[in-house]
């Protein structure tokens, strides 16, 4: 994505469809963070989950891919109580969502060299700052953030996700 944006940077990127499914393995939700982390990271202005609800069989299908997983899972194995499972895709998502506002724009960040910390850092309309940073780690990660001259200093347990806002 970033080579596309060096040689076409009047173009821009939109990730539209991308997805979660049956074939992940492991630490899916790490994954999936992770992937929402280097989509934005790299030039992209959305990064768009392919399928908002799926049944437990993940259709309907029309054409498209049967072991795709939804935001949301609707089981209908029985008809008259309908069970809704928020899926680890709609944590991610929400994680962010509920921070980053419409209208942010992606600023600098690092990623600390010889960690599993991985980061991406957004400024928002109402001027504050959001800091989505994941462990893609198994172990807590120690994590110092600094900014205009002061820091503050936590942990980040493995395999999750935190997001810092701050106002300037």
């Given at each position: 994505?970033?080579?596309?944006?060096?040689?076409?940077?009047?173009?821009?990127?939109?990730?539209?469809?991308?997805?979660?499914?049956t074939w992940q393995k492991?630490?899916?939700?790490?994954?999936?963070?992770?992937?929402?982390?280097?989509?934005?990271?790299?030039?992209?202005?959305?990064?768009?989950?392919?399928?908002?609800?799926?049944?437990?069989?993940?259709?309907?299908?029309?054409?498209?891919?049967?072991?795709?997983?939804?935001?949301?899972?609707?089981?209908?194995?029985?008809?008259?109580?309908?069970?809704?499972?928020?899926?680890?895709?709609?944590?991610?998502?929400?994680h962010a969502s509920k921070f980053v506002l419409?209208?942010?724009?992606?600023?600098?960040?690092?990623?600390?060299?010889?960690?599993?910390?991985?980061?991406?850092?957004?400024?928002?309309?109402?001027?504050?700052?959001?800091?989505?940073?994941?462990?893609?780690?198994?172990?807590?990660?120690?994590?110092?953030?600094?900014?205009?001259?002061?820091?503050?200093?936590?942990?980040?347990?493995?395999?999750?996700?935190?997001?810092?806002?701050?106002?300037?």
């Amino acid at each position: 994505m970033t080579k596309f944006h060096d040689d076409f940077p009047q173009k821009d990127e939109w990730v539209t469809e991308s997805s979660g499914g049956t074939w992940q393995k492991g630490n899916v939700f790490a994954d999936e963070a992770a992937e929402l982390i280097v989509v934005t990271r790299n030039w992209a202005k959305s990064y768009v989950l392919w399928a908002l609800a799926t049944d437990q069989n993940h259709g309907p299908v029309v054409g498209g891919c049967d072991t795709c997983r939804g935001l949301v899972t609707i089981d209908l194995s029985n008809p008259d109580r309908p069970l809704v499972k928020p899926e680890l895709d709609y944590y991610v998502l929400g994680h962010a969502s509920k921070f980053v506002l419409p209208g942010a724009v992606r600023i600098a960040s690092d990623e600390p060299a010889g960690t599993k910390l991985k980061d991406v850092a957004f400024r928002n309309p109402d001027g504050s700052v959001v800091l989505y940073t994941l462990n893609a780690g198994t172990a807590g990660q120690d994590l110092r953030i600094g900014f205009h001259g002061k820091t503050v200093a936590t942990t980040i347990p493995g395999g999750s996700v935190a997001t810092f806002v701050w106002k300037p």
